[in-house]
């Protein structure tokens, strides 16, 4: 029997589970795991370690100094958006910040001023780097520098559960849009019969992995998302080392598996290594409607790291979503099919539509949310709840 409940309560329930899940989480720091790879004068009783410990009562002190730098090893390539500088009583007035992709520190480009107590900066875009270096160049009064914490991570709310996992992006695709996932296709295994080079590598969310074809056109990594999408976004990292071999890119589409359209290509190598955003005003095509999306080059080699594709399901349903209820929106019922007095007592179990806020993107959740206030707007509709 279907159990009717009203659009506003789903988005209300909806809403409501995801912000107590994302308060209840963590948020990312990617300095718990880094290390210290240079600083240029530290106190004994306050070594540079105390700017990464994640302790609000500790601190590194440089000491009189007039300048210092302290650099901080994220330990591998990460995706870095968002970074704070927790003061202590001796702030920089001005410092620099120099970033790379590697193990070395780099003369700090860009200048910032600060007032004391905690500073943010958030990038223009999600950079891939390993290594900044944080030059303090004008000490605020005559005992030098101290910074109790240095916090990194991809944006400013993410979360220790999105830390890892796919997608690692952290874009935020437009509006409605959700990450295609469904069954791996093309090649298991790459280069040279090696498994850890194959499809794999492209969807696992690690940029330090990547997906290596066994030559120019001879094979490609894909996805098979089981319904069809319209893709509105793509997301691809380049291979490390490799930035040439994205001239030629592709992202193709298919709805047998076997005829491929072309939607994007890129016409040149990658300038850095960071993520390449396309929006759909670059595809090759409008609207690209398909069942199955690869990536595949025939002008290079073809290596990459990691690939993200959005898109909005034709049917309105996220099959991957991990809800307990699939929700299915129905034209309006005649009103005998749905006795006032009955009304009350069906409501009472539609606390299960929550579910969706435990899913691994947080604008998946927010898209649901938005979607279901938006269709309740246009027209008076029913929800029924089919077990699945």
């Not at 595809?283 to 993200?308: A, L, S």
Request: negative net charge; glycine residues 10%.
């Amino acid at each position: 029997m279907k159990k009717l409940i009203s659009i506003f309560a789903v988005a209300a329930m909806l809403l409501c589970a995801f912000t107590a899940a994302a308060s209840a989480a963590e948020l990312q720091n990617y300095c718990k795991k880094a290390t210290i790879l240079e600083v240029s004068a530290a106190v004994d009783a306050n070594p540079a370690t105390n700017a990464i410990d994640g302790k609000g009562d500790t601190f590194w002190a440089s000491g009189k100094v007039d300048t210092a730098n302290i650099v901080v090893d994220l330990g591998k390539p990460m995706p870095v958006g968002y970074i704070q500088i927790i003061w202590g009583d001796d702030y920089a007035v001005s410092y620099g910040l120099g970033t790379s992709s590697n193990a070395e520190a780099v003369a700090g480009t860009d200048v910032y001023e600060s007032k004391g107590g905690t500073d943010e900066i958030t990038l223009d875009s999600i950079t891939t780097m390993r290594c900044l270096n944080f030059e303090l160049y004008k000490p605020s009064g005559s005992n030098g520098f101290a910074i109790k914490e240095i916090v990194i991570r991809r944006t400013a709310d993410a979360t220790e559960a999105a830390a890892s996992g796919y997608p690692s992006s952290g874009v935020t695709p437009p509006d409605g849009s959700f990450i295609i996932k469904g069954e791996l296709i093309g090649l298991e295994e790459g280069w040279g019969g090696n498994a850890d080079a194959g499809r794999d590598a492209a969807f696992d969310g690690d940029i330090n992995t990547y997906f290596d074809p066994l030559g120019t056109g001879d094979g490609y990594a894909g996805v098979d998302a089981g319904e069809q999408y319209t893709l509105t976004y793509i997301v691809i990292h380049p291979r490390d080392g490799q930035l040439p071999r994205f001239d030629g890119a592709e992202i193709n589409g298919s709805n047998d598996g076997e005829n491929w359209e072309l939607i994007w290509i890129s016409e040149g190598e990658a300038e850095e290594w960071t993520w390449q955003e396309i929006s759909a005003d670059k595809f090759k095509i409008q609207n690209p409607t398909f069942r199955y999306f690869r990536y595949f080059n025939e002008y290079t080699h073809g290596d990459v790291g990691e690939v993200e594709l959005y898109g909005v399901p034709v049917d309105g349903t996220v099959d991957w979503l991990p809800v307990e209820e699939e929700i299915i929106i129905e034209e309006e019922a005649p009103a005998e099919a749905a006795p006032a007095e009955a009304a009350p007592a069906e409501a009472a179990p539609a606390a299960a539509p929550a579910a969706p806020a435990a899913s691994p993107q947080t604008s998946d959740a927010l898209s649901l949310v938005v979607a279901a206030a938006v269709m309740a707007l246009g027209s008076a509709v029913i929800v029924s709840k089919k077990r699945k």
